[in-house]
């Protein structure tokens, strides 16, 4: 469905790109826009306040999934991060899953025991509770435990740095009305700066997107 909406790019203007993952249209440098009257009309139901249409990339990750698939970040100058996930391949036609998250709330994690305390006990919870509201955990695992997920990401930047932080993440939702959810995604993040553990607890609020709300700018 994606792939009717977004066309092939220049050859050209594809050789002039920084060498890092790209999908959707979607590239290191280049921009997209959203709906505004979409995100006018779902931003009262929303985490986030004054979010933008217009989005410049700043930043690509790229995580590879247990499941096969690669999930897609294009971290952009709003705060945000527009996600694309992919199930069986990397093209447009193999797209499951489209996001914008924006950051909530990010926490220093500044021992060991508070690290280890984090990935065994705040992450991963059958509720999460944020601002007076209740999420509801979404990926559960057979029996009482369902620990945090952990994946690695490979983030690429505009002036060329390249750098791998490792995530132990956990997804939850609350229903806003009309079949539609606000997710919540909770994540301990740790990478090796100057042979020391930077770590630290990261808290993201988002909602889905179609083809439709989507306009890449090139």
């Keep these: 469905m994606f792939s009717k909406l ?3 790019k220049d050859k050209k203007a594809h050789e002039s ?7 959707m249209g979607l590239y290191l440098g280049g921009s997209f826009e959203l709906d505004s009257l979409k995100l006018r009309l ?5 985490k986030i306040s004054g979010a933008a249409s217009k989005h410049l990339i700043q930043a690509v990750g790229k995580i590879a999934l247990d499941t096969g698939g690669s999930m897609f970040r294009f971290y952009t100058d709003d705060d945000a991060f527009l996600q694309v996930v992919t199930d069986g391949g990397e093209t447009e036609n193999h797209i499951t899953d489209v996001k914008l998250w924006y950051f909530y709330d990010t926490t220093t994690v500044g021992t060991q025991s508070q690290w280890s305390d984090l990935i065994s006990h705040g992450i991963s919870k059958p509720r999460f509770e944020l601002d007076g509201d209740s999420y509801e955990r979404v990926w559960n695992a057979i029996g009482e435990e369902s620990p945090p997920v952990a994946m690695t990401e490979t983030t690429y930047e505009q002036d060329g740095d390249v750098s791998t932080t490792d995530q132990f993440i956990m ?8 079949d539609s959810v606000e997710a919540l995604l909770v994540a301990g ?6 042979n020391n553990h ?4 990261v808290i993201s609020t988002g909602f889905d997107l179609s083809p439709a709300d989507i306009t890449i700018n090139g």
């Excluded at 997804?171 to 009309?178: M, V």
């Design 189 to 194: 993040e740790e990478k090796i700066v100057d």
């Design 17 to 23: 790109r920084p060498s890092s993952p790209e999908i």
């Design 6 to 8: 977004f066309g092939k």
């Design 171 to 178: 997804l939850y939702e609350k229903a806003i009305g009309d």
């Design 198 to 201: 930077d770590r630290c607890l």
């Design 42 to 46: 779902i931003e009262p139901k929303l």
